[in-house]
Structures are given as C-alpha cells and as structure tokens.
C-alpha cells in the first residue's frame, strides 16, 4: 500500500519547530561579544520557558523563583495537552529530530526498535536524582537541563569552531585576493564579512578549558540518534521526565479505530517517542511528543487524536460484546 502523503499537522508542526529553533539561535547570537559589548533583548526566554529552571532554583533557595511565569504556563499546557513542548518548541529536540531523519534503518528494524523500552524510565531516575539535590544546595540541573546543555555545547564548542573557521576563511581570501582580471573575490567576500562581523561572529573569541570533554559528550549525545531514535529525549532528559509526569493523563488523547487497524506497525516506525502508538491500551501519552508521525504516516487512517472523553466513548465502543 502506497505510503500516505504528510498530513498538514505535522508540516505545522515542523514548521513550528524550525521557527523556535532559529529564534534560540538568534537568541544565542545575542549573547555573543560584538564591538559594543551589550546583550540582546529576551536572551533568557527558553529559560524562562523551561520549568525545570524555576523548580531547580526555588528548591535550592526554598523560596519561589522569579520568572517562574512561562515555565508554569508550560506545566498547566502540558497537563492539559500532553507532551507537546518536546515535539513542537524544543530547540534541543529539534536538533534530535533532523539527526533522527538521517537514520538509514529498514522499516523492519524501525519497528523493532521504535517501541517503548523500559530502559525509558531512566530519565524519571534522572530527575530525581537532580530534584534531591537540589533539596541538599546541589543543583545538577545545569549537567542535564536540554537548554543549558544545548547553549553550553553552542557557546564552548559549536561557534568558537564556526568563528574561528569563517575568520580564517575571509582572511585567507582577503591575503591572497584572488580573481579574474579585474574582478576580485573581495569584492564579494568583504561586504559578506562586514555583515558577518556586526550581526554574528564574535569581535574576541574566547576559548575554554574543558572544550574537548563538553565536546565529545556533545558529539555522542547527537549521534546516539543512530542508535534509537531521539536517544536523548526518550532516555537521559529530566525536562522530558518533568513534563511526561505533568502530561501523563492529558485531555488529548490517541485514538486508534480497531476497524480500520491491520496492525501493520507503521506508525510504530515513525515514533520518536517510543509511546507505543500501534495500541489503544498500550500508548504512552508520558512519552509522546504528540508529533502526529503515526497519524500521518497510517496508511488505513487509523490513528487521531481526539479530546479526553471522545475517546473514552469510542474506546468503549470497540470493546469485543
């Protein structure tokens, strides 16, 4: 059977996707050191999104935190809407998410493997083990946090590499001036590179100690996306564990219409999350991401997502009499 065409909800939520992620990148250029050494507006909105951020520091200061708005805003959507914020805002598991599309597995195998695993219970673990610590002044957040991780390995690793390798292109060109009679590469790349200099590279790259650890640890975290899909997301992160538990009996729920399902397993393929979508009784809203990959990727249109009690009625009326 043909494969069905990408539904509409999931090109929004690329779409969504990709407009978070370039904003916390533009967000992180704001921070970087240009020849007027000020820091852009709104540089800590993830951060203030992130109800890890708030929950980490008023344990630690046995007080509430400030700017704990947005991050409780998270928590009340995910309750109500499940685990939305991993599959639709999340800069870090965008990132995840392109690395995962690169994955060459047989469908076959992505069956095999796209199931939920009770090695996914370890980021739960995480997250204890980070929220005891905090009650003893130990704050581990910053280890694990998806933000924190990303903007580290961003600020220590990804862009002094970038900086340095733009630098030291432009120089090169610029030094050797090569062209075509009068026409010279300069004339291009000079303009290229005043824009570059005001607007995204560094006026004075710093280099950090630790830079060859933090990016090892990097490097391993994005290509473990080879081995399971979204490895990060689905093992090791304790916002995704906070906002599972926040998310696990939402109002939108996965419908499966035992009819039209020929338990093909396509839709277990096409999850990231390892929620086990292919049953009714089975799915994990706590590990769903509500990416809608296994609605539109059914080619028996089997599978939707409906509110709360609609899918209580229908569930009860697949029960075998």
């Keep these: 059977m043909a494969r069905p065409r990408t539904s509409t909800v999931v090109w929004l939520r690329r779409g969504s996707q990709m407009c978070f992620f370039g904003l916390f990148l533009y967000l992180f250029l704001q921070t970087v050191y240009k020849p007027v050494n000020e820091t852009g507006k709104g540089i800590k909105f993830f951060f203030q999104l992130d109800p890890l951020t708030g929950l980490s520091t008023g344990l630690g200061a046995r007080s509430l935190a400030s700017g704990l708005l947005l991050g409780s805003i998270t928590l009340a959507a995910t309750f109500l809407a499940g685990r939305w914020?991993?599959?639709?805002?999340?800069?870090?598991?965008?990132?995840?998410?392109?690395?995962?599309?690169?994955?060459?597995?047989?469908?076959?195998?992505?069956?095999?493997?796209?199931?939920?695993?009770?090695w996914q219970k370890s980021k739960y673990y995480i997250l204890a083990l980070m929220l005891t610590g905090c009650l003893f002044g130990l704050n581990l957040f910053g280890l694990f946090d998806p933000?924190?991780?990303?903007?580290?390995?961003l600020a220590t690793v990804v862009f002094p590499a970038f900086n340095d390798a733009v630098t030291t292109?432009?120089?090169?060109?610029?030094?050797?001036?090569?062209?075509?009679?009068?026409?010279?590469v300069t004339a291009i790349t000079e303009p290229v590179y005043e824009v570059l200099r005001r607007h995204a590279l560094s006026a004075s790259q710093q280099h950090y100690h630790g830079t060859?650890?933090?990016?090892?640890?990097?490097?391993?975290?994005?290509?473990?996306?080879?081995?399971r899909a979204r490895f990060w997301c689905r093992y090791i992160c304790p916002l995704g564990a906070l906002l599972g538990v926040a998310g696990k009996n939402p109002l939108f729920r996965l419908r499966r219409s035992a009819d039209a399902c020929n338990n093909c397993g396509v839709c277990v393929a096409d999850c990231q999350g390892g929620a086990n979508?292919?049953?009714?009784?089975?799915w994990k809203p706590s590990e769903c991401f509500y990416c809608w990959n296994?609605?539109?990727?059914?080619?028996?249109?089997?599978?939707?997502?409906?509110?709360?009690?609609?899918?209580?009625?229908?569930?009860?009326?697949?029960?075998?009499?």
Aim: aromatic fraction near 16%; charged fraction near 15%; glycine fraction near 10%.
């Design 169 to 184: 292109l432009f120089t090169w060109v610029y030094q050797a001036d090569p062209g075509l009679g009068k026409l010279k």
């Design 294 to 321: 296994c609605s539109s990727a059914c080619p028996r249109e089997a599978l939707t997502f409906t509110a709360g009690a609609a899918t209580l009625v229908a569930a009860k009326e697949e029960v075998p009499r």
């Design 85 to 118: 914020f991993c599959g639709w805002v999340c800069p870090f598991g965008t990132l995840h998410n392109l690395m995962t599309g690169f994955r060459a597995n047989r469908a076959k195998d992505k069956i095999a493997e796209g199931g939920y695993s009770g």
């Design 147 to 153: 933000f924190s991780f990303f903007y580290r390995s």
């Design 212 to 227: 060859l650890l933090i990016a090892l640890v990097f490097v391993a975290v994005v290509f473990l996306n080879f081995y």
């Design 277 to 282: 979508p292919a049953g009714a009784d089975s």
